[in-house]
């Protein structure tokens, strides 16, 4: 396994929303200000590389007919450590998120990887594996809410960027963004659950249409080479 | 009491339907929505689990959790119930009920990890709910979900004779497809018993 | 069945012992953080009482929670100048716990909103930091117990596409008020 594999795999071709399509409640629900989506983004980032970290250090010794409730056990501990420091150190964060923090543990990506990776590999494609599965997660959600935020409410980075008395970030939830267009005009209906649905569909839409897309091009060059090549042994 | 228990129940089937206002279960909303009678029994299973987890877990969390001043294991401890519940549930409904369990059997382990199950359970003691609340929400919201999948199964059953972009094919066209489905409920909210 | 039993045992013993190792590190988190969260908690509920109602300390009441299910506390300011009420009502989206000031004549000094999950952009303005916060909160100030919205005959002008949000915080306001006029 490469490490430039693994960051293609994780942001592109093997994304867990837009290619596996999975994990996508909270993906939905929480996009609404730039905001919750970098700490929902983050805080799963370390929880699946913490997991996967410990899931493919003991892969070898825990027995096979349980392990899927160690996995769960495993998860269910490292969520509840973030869970914990949240409420202590960035409270605006998890009151935002409310119940999606303690919901991670039955976020399927978590699970997935440590069932279909972690398992049998080392501990270090695993460090790398869950750092990259994360960032490609916290991606999309970034995508999500900057569209949804511009959209709904003509802002761009709610909560995080506070320029009421200049710019600067914030880190309490209490910043209003940058206002590009005034809110009366923007779509509301993009902060409620339609748009979540919509904007998650329009996204993988795309991203079908992208692969698709470039499959298509190798296929051609492939066959453009292809040709070529009996061409020349014609020619011989 | 009883209004509270009624608008409990209209807010988690309707108002704030699991689906469709709080996106809580949304994995196998799409994955087990491709035909109206699996979509049945993916939401009656839940029903049942969701009513069961909800009583169990509001037992252990005011008689053992709260006592011993263990409140910051609620996560863990509502993780493992729920799956030993599911567990427990497939073995009995396969000895004492097998016609049931044949119609839900391949649905109940996939249970485990529907986030509904879950928040639910973390609902009711965000909410501060009894007892009888916690029961009436965890199978009132149940409810929410058999309705919203089989709704949406019915829709999707239609999509098949509809035309759309190639690049739609799939889960996007059935996310386009929920979410108009999301606009409908949204005509319930305001909705209030008082 | 002996091999079985064992088989079982074997199991059960390492999915307890890595329960148990589990469960030690979240003890060991928990007591880390336990301090720092009930501070953040209850510094919330106290600067949402400076907000509304500036005073040194605040003198915890009792009422009649069977006649006022919202209000979860009264508070007393500490040198007479009026009450400070934690009320949780039901929004569009979840409960919203909030405080309102009450002085002495049983006028509203003001509000602020501590919890909610309304949503982003339209309900959440009540609670936000900008423009439209608050003005939206402004309007309470000098309310009395009449309080209601500007559809219902009152002068409070309800956010944009947030009627259910407004009617909920000005109820709250209004129950304030009366939990304050019925300690006398």
């Known amino acids: 396994m490469n490490i430039k594999k693994q960051f293609q795999e994780g942001l592109i071709t093997n994304n867990p929303v837009l290619v596996q399509q999975i994990g996508m409640c909270a993906t939905m629900a929480i996009t609404t200000t730039l905001f919750n989506g970098v700490g929902m983004g983050l805080s799963v980032l370390i929880i699946l590389t913490c997991c996967n970290v410990v899931v493919s250090a003991i892969r070898k010794i825990i027995p096979d007919e349980i392990r899927l409730a160690i996995f769960v056990v495993v998860i269910a501990g490292f969520v509840t450590i973030v869970d914990l420091l949240l409420q202590a150190f960035l409270p605006a964060l998890s009151s935002a998120l409310g119940v999606f923090i303690p919901l991670i543990v039955v976020n399927c990506i978590i699970i997935g990887r440590a069932e279909a990776f972690c398992q049998k590999n080392t501990v270090s494609a695993s460090f790398f594996d869950g750092i990259f599965q994360g960032l490609g997660y916290t991606a999309v959600l970034v995508v999500m809410c900057v569209f949804r935020e511009l959209v709904g409410s003509g802002k761009f980075g709610g909560g995080l960027i506070d320029v009421a008395n200049g710019f600067r970030f914030t880190l309490d939830g209490t910043g209003g963004g940058i206002q590009i267009f005034p809110s009366e005009y923007g779509a509301g209906i993009m902060n409620l659950p339609f748009g979540g649905f919509i904007t998650l569909g329009l996204l993988i839409a795309v991203m079908q249409y992208t692969l698709k897309k470039s499959a298509k091009k190798k296929a051609l060059a492939a066959r453009k080479a292809a040709e070529e090549k009996a061409k020349q042994e014609e020619d011989e | 009491m009883l209004t509270n228990i009624l608008a409990i129940s209209l807010g988690a089937i309707l108002t704030n339907n699991f689906i469709f206002s709080q996106f809580l279960g949304c994995c196998p909303f799409l994955g087990c929505s491709s035909k109206v009678d699996t979509a049945a029994g993916m939401g009656l299973a839940v029903v049942f689990v969701m009513g069961l987890a909800s009583a169990i877990c509001w037992v252990i969390d005011t008689y053992i959790l709260i006592p011993l001043g263990l409140a910051f294991l609620e996560t863990l401890a509502f993780i493992l119930v729920i799956a030993a519940l599911v567990q427990l549930v497939e073995m009995f409904l396969k000895k004492s009920v097998p016609s049931l369990y044949s119609a839900l059997g391949i649905y109940l382990p996939l249970i485990t990890t529907n986030c509904a199950v879950l928040g639910v359970v973390l609902l009711n003691v965000q909410n501060n709910y009894n007892f009888i609340e916690s029961v009436v929400y965890g199978v009132t919201g149940g409810l929410g979900f058999l309705l919203a999948i089989v709704l949406f199964a019915s829709v999707r059953e239609r999509i098949q004779f509809a035309e759309y972009p190639e690049c739609f094919e799939g889960f996007p066209i059935c996310l386009v497809s929920a979410g108009l489905v999301a606009l409908a409920f949204m005509g319930f909210s305001g909705m209030k018993i008082f | 069945m ?183």
């Open chain 3, 2 to 184: 002996s091999a079985d039993v064992k088989k079982i045992l074997r199991l059960s013993f390492i999915l307890f012992l890595i329960c148990a190792i589990t469960a030690g590190i979240l003890g060991v988190v928990n007591e880390v953080t336990k301090e720092r969260i009930y501070l953040q908690k209850n510094a919330k509920t106290i600067e949402a009482y400076t907000q509304v109602l500036p005073a040194e300390r605040y003198e915890e009441l009792s009422f009649d929670k069977a006649a006022f299910p919202t209000v979860d506390q009264v508070g007393m300011a500490s040198d007479g100048s009026g009450y400070v009420v934690q009320t949780t009502v039901s929004g569009a989206q979840g409960s919203i716990t909030m405080v309102a000031g009450v002085d002495n004549a049983y006028l509203c000094t003001g509000i602020a909103i501590i919890e909610h999950s309304e949503t982003s952009g339209l309900g959440a303005n009540a609670a936000s930091s900008g423009e439209v916060g608050v003005k939206f909160r402004a309007q309470f100030v000098g309310q009395g117990e009449d309080i209601a919205l500007s559809k219902a005959g009152g002068s409070i002008e309800a956010l944009t596409g947030a009627t259910i949000t407004s009617n909920a915080v000005t109820e709250a306001v209004a129950t304030s008020i009366a939990v304050v006029k019925s300690l006398g």
